[in-house]
C-alpha cells in the first residue's frame, strides 16, 4: 500500500511532470511521519468532520466513477463532492505546520503553501537540520524535503 502525493499548481490542477510526483510507501510514510514530528514540523488537529453521504441522499456506489445519474442525483452528487472537497481544504488562519492527517490518510486533503512553509520553518530553525539530510540517514527524507520545497513554490500538495 502506498500513498501518492501530488503538488498542485495555484489553480488547483495537478502539476504536470513527474517531478511534481511523490509515493510513499507504508513503511516509508510512517518514518516520514516520525522524522516530521520530532522536528515539529506537524500540527497535531483533528480529523475534520466529512459530510455524510446520507444527508445527501447518497451511497457510495453513487460516487464511483462511470456510474451515469439523473439530474436530480448528478446535482447531489455535485454538492456532496463540493462539500467534501470544501473539508479537504480547509486551513487554520496561522498554521504551525502540516496536519498530520492531511498526510497520514489518503483521502485528497489539500496542504497548503501556508501549512508547508511553516513545517519547513521548523524544520530548518532545529539545530540538527545538518545531520537529518546526511547520506547514512534516510534515504527517503532528502527526496521528501526537496519535495515540500517544490511545493511551497506552487500551490501546496495533495495526498491520495
Do not use: C
Not at 502540516?98 to 490518510?105: D, F, G, M, Q, S
Not at 513545517?119 to 534515504?139: F, K, Q, R, T, W
Amino acid at each position: 500500500m502506498g500513498y501518492d502525493i501530488y503538488i498542485q499548481t495555484a489553480d488547483g490542477r495537478r502539476a504536470d511532470g513527474e517531478e511534481n510526483y511523490f509515493r510513499f510507501e507504508l513503511i516509508a510514510r510512517i518514518r516520514a511521519l516520525g522524522t516530521m514530528r520530532n522536528f515539529g514540523m506537524l500540527a497535531e488537529l483533528p480529523y475534520p468532520a466529512i459530510p455524510l453521504l446520507s444527508a445527501y441522499g447518497l451511497t457510495e456506489g453513487d460516487l464511483k466513477a462511470g456510474v451515469r445519474h439523473a439530474l436530480d442525483k448528478a446535482n447531489l452528487v455535485a454538492e456532496y463532492r463540493s462539500a467534501y472537497r470544501a473539508v479537504m481544504d480547509a486551513a487554520e488562519p496561522e498554521p504551525t505546520g502540516i496536519p498530520t492527517y492531511k498526510l497520514a490518510y489518503n483521502d485528497g486533503a489539500l496542504v497548503t503553501v501556508a501549512e508547508i512553509t511553516a513545517a519547513l520553518a521548523a524544520y530548518e530553525a532545529h539545530p540538527n537540520i545538518d545531520v537529518s539530510e546526511m547520506p547514512l540517514g534516510d534515504p527517503i527524507w532528502p527526496h521528501w524535503i526537496a519535495f515540500l520545497r517544490r511545493a511551497k513554490e506552487h500551490g501546496g500538495l495533495r495526498a491520495h
